[in-house]
């Protein structure tokens, strides 16, 4: 009852994806199928204290959980019972004493800014309609840094090229507006051209396969990893990596990291400030090939 009243919150008050809704489920029925020894229909998280938890970590650990894993589980506990807080249930949530290490983040992939260049710069057919499509889609994601999702739900109407602005549905349904330049219009409209002869009608969405059928997540990874295989080097060709690219190349270029947090839609500055560490990499390891004194020894 508890759990599920607490799914029904964070899917219908918090607008938390079915992606995060079923991470969640999962983890609550672990801790729920430990916390009763196998007999979840005696599960009372009333009766929960820290100490349990604890062990519940301990267990998790020591049946090889990575630390990243850990913190989403227990994440995942604390949120629980700050629900129950805020119900009216308990009064101490048991979970927030749980203090646990910060893993390290993975820096990012990206693509060099000439890889994209010499990519972006070569010839395709404008005449047909995919191969136009596929090639707009390598170019809004690099050139405003979106989201594969919100790239597959973008409205037809919110697409302004008298204004050059792009109205995009982030996560927890928030919106917010997204410049473009001179390129990328001219790619739009070429692209709404070819697209008449493939529907009937103005399409909702803007993004369209033949016969106005929208599209969906593995077709876009997949042109995304066609049109960059053989051109781009990078641990993982994928859309998440045209958007890190584009957030690396504008602070490379000198653009303000809260102009980036506000283009890629990311709530908190610290989200976005891990391209800072990105971007001094790539500083220094010009430094180390470029500079005559970079290596001398003393």
């Known amino acids: 009852m508890f759990i599920d009243g607490f799914l029904t919150y964070i899917r219908c008050e918090l607008n938390y994806s079915a992606h995060t809704v079923l991470s969640y489920k999962t983890d609550l029925e672990q801790w729920r199928m430990w916390s009763t020894d196998g007999q979840p229909e005696q599960f009372n998280p009333l009766d929960v204290v820290t100490a349990d938890i604890r062990q519940w970590v301990l267990h998790l650990s020591s049946n090889g959980d990575t630390p990243r894993t850990l913190r989403r589980k227990v994440t995942t ?62 170019l809004m994601l690099y050139t405003t840094g979106m989201r594969r999702a919100e790239l597959i739900g973008l409205k037809d109407v919110n697409v302004d090229t008298a204004r050059c602005e792009l109205k995009v549905l982030g996560k927890r349904n928030k919106e917010r507006i997204v410049p473009f330049g001179n390129e990328l219009k001219e790619m739009i409209d070429l692209y709404r051209r070819l697209r008449r002869n493939e529907t009937i009608g103005l399409p909702e969405l803007f993004f369209v396969r033949p016969g106005g059928l929208p599209l ?31 957030a690396t190349d504008m602070l490379n270029n000198g653009a303000d990291i809260t102009a980036v947090q506000q283009l890629l839609g990311h709530t908190s500055l610290s989200t976005t400030q891990v391209y800072t560490h990105l971007t001094y990499r790539e500083l220094k390891h010009n430094y180390q090939l470029a500079h005559p004194r970079a290596h001398k020894k003393s």
């Open 216 to 246: 969906y997540p593995m077709l876009v990874e997949r042109i995304v990893h066609n049109t960059l295989t053989g051109h781009a080097h990078a641990p993982k060709l994928s859309p998440h990596v045209l958007r890190h690219s584009c």
């Open 77 to 138: 506990l604390r949120s629980f019972y700050k629900y129950l807080m805020r119900s009216g249930h308990i009064d101490h949530n048991p979970a927030a004493d749980i203090v646990l290490a910060k893993p390290d983040k993975p820096l990012p992939s990206f693509i060099r800014p000439l890889e994209t260049k010499e990519l972006l710069d070569m010839p395709f057919d404008r005449d047909n309609f995919l191969a136009t499509r596929d090639r707009l889609i390598v």
